[in-house]
T-cell receptor, first 105, second 113 residues
């Protein structure tokens, strides 16, 4: 079993849709969790950290479920500019394979 | 700050040649990471340094790969001899702490023919 597994995708959604990604991890001792965004042929960049109580940043909501060992990312009212690959990261430095999102007009 | 700087941005070489990738982390960051990204395997951690000292090199594929960090502002990843299966994008990243946000460089796209 991989240490970090993500929804395989790709996700193709219309503008304005709500989309959710999940990411499971195997190391129950993991303490830090993040979502990164990677545009085509670019480097990954931090989208948001994931806190135990859940956190929201505008249209983006991240949640952590320690009991089931997964984190999630919810994007509301998706925009064309949200099209990218979303990578979950579970420390120590274990990246998921990424979920590709395409938002269409 | 200019961010993490990597060079070269693109490298095309022939099998058997030595390849050296370079990285300059963000000033003040104590941690430096080397990653490799391929379609098949995603983003893999190769090695990371803390205050110029290698902490975990368990991700280094084999003896053909070596990494050094002679000072706080410079690191190299060397592949000798290179093989076609080493073709990938190699990213360098730095951070203030091991659990903090990592800032990635633009990557080096390596093609080994």
């Amino acid at each position: 079993r991989k240490e970090v597994e993500q929804d395989p995708g790709p996700f193709n959604v219309p503008e304005g849709a709500t989309v959710a990604f999940n990411c499971t991890y195997s190391n129950s001792a993991s303490q830090s969790f993040f979502w990164y965004r990677q545009d085509c042929r670019k480097e990954p960049k931090l989208l948001m950290s994931v806190y135990s109580s859940g956190n929201e940043d505008g249209r983006f909501t991240a949640q952590l479920n320690r009991a089931s060992q997964y984190i999630s990312l919810l994007i509301r009212d998706s925009k064309l500019s949200d099209s990218a690959t979303y990578l979950c990261v579970v420390h120590d430095m274990r990246f998921g394979a990424g979920t590709r999102l395409t938002v269409k007009p | 700050d200019a961010g993490v700087i990597q060079s070269p941005r693109h490298e095309v070489t022939e099998m058997g040649q030595e390849v050296t990738l370079r990285c300059k982390p963000i000033s003040g960051h104590d941690y430096l990471f080397w990653y490799r990204q391929t379609m098949m395997r995603g983003l893999e951690l190769l090695i990371y340094f803390n205050n110029n000292v290698p902490i975990d090199d368990s991700g280094m594929p084999e003896d053909r790969f070596s990494a050094k960090m002679p000072n706080a502002s410079f690191s190299t990843l060397k592949i000798q001899p290179s093989e076609p299966r080493d073709s990938a994008v190699y990213f360098c990243a730095s951070s203030l702490d091991v659990d903090n946000e990592q800032f990635f460089g633009p990557g080096t796209r390596l093609t080994v023919l």
